[in-house]
DNA sequence: TAGGCATTTAGGTAAATGCCTAAATTTGTT
DNA sequence: AACAAATTTAGGCATTTACCTAAATGCCTA
């Protein structure tokens, strides 16, 4: 895990609450939205923009840069590109901050 | 604390190296430098700034920024202002991290 | 294979950040 | 009061980041 990396791509309100809404999707998207949704999937980029107010590809970029610090779990199927959180990864930021910040 | 301010106040690599080297000044000051540290007020600006090998005003604006986030403490007395880590945010920005990113 | 939808990549402008030097301020000392 | 030492503030240039729109790509289905 590359400390600056990760902490760089949380630098920012809006991916700070991406990761906020992929906590609980539910309670963040309208329901019409998860019809498909699965856990081990995610949320798809449009719906992720739209809830953020923002261009798809300004928050498709976020997304990325999201996944390469490991932040976010990318899974593509059919046309979407799905993201969740990656739990272990945001676990061992903190755990890094606690010990060795 | 604000959790945006405080992660921005991290990003940036001679910040993150100077809450390393506040952790133990003596494994990274010279000795002549720390002759009169004490715990509770830290390391003056300008061993700081010869310790990163950039201008002292940077490096000024740098500690007063993470003081201002909580992450530092400064004490003025006589000519220096004296910078020490603030262990108790830390583990607040760990504890934040874990149980509410 | 043509068309359509979701996403990504490119490219551009405005704002923020990184860092510097010079000038101003603070505080202790003749 | 005047000078010196440490720091802070101001101002400037270069780089990065924040966003956008337009164009390109990927993956369906007719």
Redesign the interface.
């Known amino acids: 895990m590359k ?2 990396e990760v ?2 791509s ?4 809006t991916r ?1 609450d991406i ?2 809404w992929l906590k609980d999707p539910f309670a963040y998207f309208p329901a019409e939205e998860l019809a498909d949704y699965s856990p081990s999937l995610g949320v798809c980029v449009s719906d992720i923009a739209k809830k953020a107010k923002m261009s798809i590809p300004t928050v498709s970029v976020y997304l990325k840069n999201m996944a390469v610090a490991e932040l976010l779990v990318a899974t593509r199927k059919d046309k979407w590109t799905y993201y969740k959180r990656n739990e272990e990864a ?2 061992q ?3 890094l ?2 010990n060795n ?1």
């Open positions: 400390l600056l902490i760089k949380l630098s920012n309100q700070l990761l906020t945001i676990q930021l903190a755990q901050i606690k910040l």
